[in-house]
């Protein structure tokens, strides 16, 4: 049973280009989240979306942040714009309905330059 | 918003000893869960807490919640190599956004062989 996939795992920009990051979840999982982490801290949540519908997005900057997950296909959370300050690891996390327990990807690392 | 002190910041034990680290937040949470992080990857599920008081083992690691639900522990017996990484708590509180996952900055253990 495969995991939350994620991809790119690695992705380079430089200032003012976007950037697109997917999440594929777990199996059976309709409950997709996403956070974002910067060295030596923990993770700090940004978005929860289920099937067409976000949910909470408290955590999300009001500018150049946004994220979808389509009835088909992988959520994408997109940066546009970016600026040195994106850069950091974010995590992509799945779980079932009506479970707490978050299952979460191996990260895409965004680099600005 | 919410605030996890998570504590020891880093340790560095011998193998074979025992290891204890603790979260404490700022408010009441319904669910505590611990995850483990090896570098460049994702946080992985380690232990889910539900109950205030409750005690569950999963191999060597032993979890609690605490009975006034403002704090976790963590209990690793007869650590080993691969038990080298970032532990991190998180918390969900008992109200507003029921998913959305609070993290502690996570305690760094280094185990010498």
């Known amino acids: 049973n495969a995991g939350v996939m994620q991809n790119p795992r690695h992705l380079v920009r430089r200032r003012g280009q976007e950037a697109r990051l997917r999440c594929s979840p777990m199996?059976?999982?309709?409950?997709v989240y996403w956070y974002r982490q910067l060295p030596e801290e923990g993770l700090k949540f940004m978005v929860y979306l289920q099937k067409e519908n976000i949910i909470d997005e408290s955590g999300m900057p009001k500018e150049r942040f946004s994220a979808e997950f389509p009835k088909e296909g992988p959520s994408i959370l997109r940066i546009q714009q970016v600026v040195r300050g994106d850069s950091a690891a974010y995590f992509c996390a799945s779980s079932p309905i009506d479970s707490y327990e978050q299952y979460f990807g191996p990260g895409t690392r965004l680099t600005v330059t | 918003g919410q605030q996890l002190n998570q504590s020891p910041q880093s340790m560095f034990i011998q193998e074979g000893e025992d290891v204890s680290m603790n979260c404490t937040s700022s408010?009441?949470?319904?669910?505590w869960l611990w995850y483990k992080q090896d570098p460049g990857e994702g946080p992985v599920l380690l232990i889910a807490?539900?109950?205030?008081?409750e005690l569950t083992s999963n191999g060597r690691l032993t979890a609690q919640f605490g009975i006034t639900r403002k704090d976790s522990f963590l209990n690793i017996s007869a650590s080993i190599p691969s038990d080298v990484g970032i532990y991190f708590c998180a918390g969900r509180d008992s109200g507003g956004s029921n998913y959305k996952l609070t993290f502690g900055k996570g305690t760094l253990l280094t185990v010498n062989p």
């Open positions: 199996k059976g999982h309709s409950h």
């Open positions: 408010s009441i949470f319904n669910t």
């Open positions: 807490l539900y109950k205030a008081g």
